[in-house]
């Protein structure tokens, strides 16, 4: 989904987090539409190093741009796929993300929505090594930084069994994280529960990120 845009709806929950004296920053990595084919069609077959490479790339390029961005200090936070990506961030590039909060990941796209990945993976049993390097599960012994994971356990679109696995793999792993289990809650966080996340993630990142 294309997250740059002049929709100002957009912007209300970045301000927020500006003005708890935060620098947001939201990029577009190639495999968002509406730029062209070829940028839509850069992550085929491969969710994570198009959409990480990116993210780090344009991180760094506004860093050298603005030098108010603390880049010793950097947080990631998500949903859904951006639950994916923020956690994937801390667990594959330690060095540039120093805290997470991953919010209804899909740690393993073998077990979500098939029309969904397949329209971007293919079929498993034609590509099982594609799925195997976009799975965050392997990585879970990697983990060196703040990991906040969070799923509704009334998820019915990333099933919370997702976040549940990466969390059992880390702590097999022996690597200390988080995890906030929200009975009652569905993927679209209904009644104000969006808002009450928000505050506890905002506590999370000035522990971990002061």
Same mark, same amino acid.
């Given at each position: %989904? ?40 850069? %992550? ?143 993927? %679209? ?8 996340? %928000? ?12």
């Amino acid at each position: %989904m294309q997250d740059v845009t002049a929709d100002q709806r957009r912007r209300q929950h970045r301000q927020w987090w500006a003005d708890q004296g935060f620098a947001v920053v939201t990029i577009d990595n190639r495999g968002t539409p509406y730029v062209s084919p070829a940028y839509t069609h850069a %992550m085929y077959r491969g969710f994570s190093d198009v959409t990480l490479d990116d993210q780090v790339a344009a991180l760094h390029a506004l860093a050298a741009r603005h030098g108010d961005l603390d880049l010793g200090r950097v947080g990631v936070r998500g949903w859904s796929y951006g639950g994916y990506l923020s956690a994937m961030a801390v667990l594959r590039r330690p060095d540039v993300f120093h805290a997470a909060a991953a919010g209804a990941a899909p740690t393993d796209f073998r077990h979500y929505d098939t029309a969904y990945t397949e329209r971007y993976l293919g079929l498993p049993q034609d590509h099982p090594e594609v799925y195997e390097r976009d799975s965050l599960i392997p990585d879970a012994p990697q983990l060196s930084r703040p990991l906040l994971l969070i799923t509704g356990l009334a998820d019915d679109n990333v099933h919370p069994s997702h976040t549940l696995r990466l969390s059992r793999a880390l702590t097999e792993a022996g690597r200390p994280h988080q995890l906030l289990a929200l009975p009652g809650v569905t993927h %679209m966080t209904p009644g104000g529960t969006r808002e009450k996340l %928000m505050a506890l993630e905002l506590e999370f990142f000035r522990r971990e990120l002061a």
